[in-house]
């Protein structure tokens, strides 16, 4: 029995994926079984061929890596998800660690900490480039400042939680309801429990709350 680790690679800039390539290929513990050129085109792949990991640039054409990742989560896809991107961006890194992605790597470090990331993310571990590690602890901070203050977050439901990220992108219950493929009217009842249990009253508030609070959800 193959005991490689199976590795999908989704990027769309081809040198760079080719770089990824051979970097991984170096190893014997390692084997591509797929590359993509979009996040569309990353997801059909993960469907089809379960790769133990796979390794996403976050901004992508077609479906950008927190897209890709919110389905394959939602859709309990047995793939393990490594990130790639340019930026330190938080809004990006806090999204990722939501949605429970395994690994987390700036691109102009990736080449010297991809096979240590897949080493980690392979045994059940997250690894977070050490550079952006300061984002992780003040992410930390910020949730538990907030759950401080707001001790009834706690109570929410992990689709509470997540109507309220949502919520905090900015987004419509029709829009959230089409992202999570539920009904328009299931949001409205989620937000309508989420005001009750935070005990938050008045038009637009639980939005403002939302919007507030973004970092630290």
Known sequence: MD???RILIADDHPIFREGLVKTIERHDSFSIVGQ???????LEKIRNLHPDIAILDVEMPAMNGIDVARTVYREALPTDLIFLTMYKDPAYFNAALDLGVRGYLLKDSMIGELVQCLNVVSEGEYYITPSISNMLVERQKKKAALLHTVPALSHLTPAERSILKLLADNLTSKEIADKLFVSTRTVENH????????EIKGH???LQFALENKSAL
Not at 36 to 42: I, T
Not at 191 to 198: D, E, N
Request: hydrophobic share 45%; with cysteine; net charge positive.
């Open 204 to 206: 637009n508030k639980l």
């Open 36 to 42: 993509a050129v979009n996040g569309a085109e990353a």
């Open 3 to 5: 005991s490689k680790l």
């Open 191 to 198: 937000r309508l429990r989420i005001c009750q249990k935070l």
